[in-house]
C-alpha cells in the first residue's frame, strides 16, 4: 500500500471518524485520519491520508472549500438542519430576489460563532455533547472567508447555492444568518461537499470501492501521492550527490533560497516538504527515511 490520499465520498448520516475507521479497517493499518471534519448530515468530499501522509494535516485543513447548500425557510432547528429538533416556525414566503439582496452581505471576511451542535471543542469539551445535554456555552467568534456565494435554483422557500470558503466556515450558521436577516427563520435542508482544496465530487469514490479494491488488490488507483497531493507547492530538485542526500535526510540544511515550502526531490526521490530560513533551505517535514 502507498502513502496518500484517498478522495472519499461521505453518505449522510455517517460521521468523519466513521470513515476513518471503515478506511483503518479496509488497510488494516492505524495510520489513518481526515483532512478536516464534515457534518454527520452531509455528503460529499473527504479526503483520507493514509501512512506518512497522515503528516499532510496541517497543509491540507485550510484549504478552500466548496459546498451545495440548501436553504430550506420557514423553519428553525437547534441543529440549524434537517436532523435537528425544531425550536420556531414563520409562514412567511420569501422571493429569490429577496434572499440575492442579502446575500452580499454574507460574501468576504467575517466573523462567525460556530454552532453549539459542532465539532469543535471549548474547555476540552466538543460543543455537540454539550448540546446534547442542553447545555450552551458562550463561543468566542472566529474569522472566516466566504469567497463566493451563488445561487443555483429555487422553488417557493427552498434555495439551492454555492458556497466557496475558507476553512473553519459553517455553513449551517451562515444560511440560519441568511434566514435572520430576511427577518424569518431558516436551516440547511441539504449539504454536500463538492470540493474541498484539490479534491473534487467527480473524483471522490465511495467506501465499497474502497473495500473491493483492497480486496482485489487494486487500491492503488484511488490512492494519489503525497507528493502530487502536494501539487500546489513549488518543486525543488538535489542531483545524485552523496553529502546532499545525508544532509537532507539528517534535517541539516542546505544554502538554498526561497519564499514558500517546497517539495524537495533528490534524484527523482521525494523527500519531504522544505523551507528556507537566511538562505538555508531544511526539510519541515520528512517523507522519506534514511
Known sequence: MKDGVINIL???GMTSNDVVYDVRRAFSIRRVGHTGTLDPG???VLPVCLGKATKLFDYLVDKEKEYI???AIGTDTDTLDAYGRITGKDTRIVTAEELLKVIPEFVGEQEQIAPMYSAVSVNGQ????????????????RRINVKSIELLQST??????????????YVRTLCHDMAKALGTCGYVSFL????????????????????EAVQNDDSDRFITPVDEVLGFMPAVRFGNEPHVW???INGADIAYSCDTLVRVYYDELFVGIGECTDGRLHIKTQFCEG
Open 10 to 12: 461521505k453518505p449522510a
Open 69 to 71: 447548500a440548501e436553504l
Open 156 to 169: 417557493e422557500n427552498r434555495f439551492l447555492m454555492k458556497i466557496r470558503c475558507s476553512k473553519g466556515t
Open 192 to 211: 454536500l461537499r463538492s470540493a474541498s482544496g484539490a479534491f473534487t465530487l467527480e473524483d471522490s469514490v465511495s467506501l465499497a470501492e474502497v473495500t
Open 246 to 248: 545525508k544532509r537532507l
Open 126 to 141: 466538543r460543543l455537540y455533547k454539550l448540546a446534547r445535554k442542553g447545555v450552551e456555552v458562550e463561543r468566542a467568534p
Open 42 to 44: 452531509a455528503c460529499g
